[in-house]
Structure formats: structure tokens, C-alpha cells
Nanobody
Framework: QVQLVESGGGLVQAGGSLRLSCATS????????MGWYRQAPGKQRELVAS???????NYADSVKGRFTISRDTPRNTVYLQMNSLKPEDTAVYYC?????????WGQGTQVTVSS
């Protein structure tokens, strides 16, 4: 059973920064790709950023240049550093991965950016 536990969300003013963490059960090297998604009220869940075991990254256009995804193998943790936050970044952020054809999700962490 794969468990993903997010932390680091909160309330921040526009222009501020937050770092989200996603701790995985077991070795993070079991998961080829890990991603951060977000879902704002009334909107569909969208991919924010992803990273593979080789370190290849992918970002949504809306966060390029502001967000950075990284993985810490010894800590079995994936991070999402979010800088220059905007009110439109307000959402619940989820960590996700796929293993043997099954998608796994964390419980989500709320990020609220005030203007």
C-alpha cells in the first residue's frame, strides 16, 4: 500500500513563498514519476509539476519560473517550492504517483494566497 502525506500548506500574501512536502511510504525510487496537482473550488484538478527518477521535470505554463519541484531520495520526499505566489494559486495541492497501473493520492494540503 502506497501512502503519500503532504504538508507545508498555509495562508500567505501575494508575492510570498511556501514549500510543500510529500513524504512517501517506502523508497521513493519505486515511483518513476511523482507529481503535484492542485484543485481550486469549482475547477478541475490540474497538473502543476512532475519529476521522474532521472530528475526530468515538467511544469504547467502558469507556474513556470515560479515553482520548482525536487526530490530528496534519502528522505523519500518530494518538494514543491512555490515563489511569487499569486491569488490564483489558491487551491488544495495533492501529491500523486502511479505504481503498477494504480494511481495514488495524498490527502491534500490547502494553499491560500491573499491579495
Amino acid at each position: 500500500q502506497v501512502q503519500l502525506v503532504e504538508s507545508g500548506g498555509g495562508l500567505v500574501q501575494a508575492g510570498g513563498s511556501l514549500r510543500l512536502s510529500c513524504a512517501t511510504s517506502g523508497s521513493i525510487n519505486n515511483f518513476y514519476r511523482m507529481g503535484w496537482y492542485r484543485q481550486a473550488p469549482g475547477k478541475q484538478r490540474e497538473l502543476v509539476a512532475s519529476i521522474t527518477t532521472s530528475g526530468s521535470t515538467n511544469y504547467a505554463d502558469s507556474v513556470k519560473g515560479r515553482f520548482t519541484i525536487s526530490r530528496d531520495t534519502p528522505r523519500n520526499t518530494v518538494y514543491l517550492q512555490m515563489n511569487s505566489l499569486k491569488p490564483e494559486d489558491t487551491a488544495v495541492y495533492y501529491c500523486s504517483t502511479r505504481l503498477y497501473g494504480f494511481d495514488y493520492w495524498g490527502q491534500g494540503t490547502q494553499v491560500t494566497v491573499s491579495s
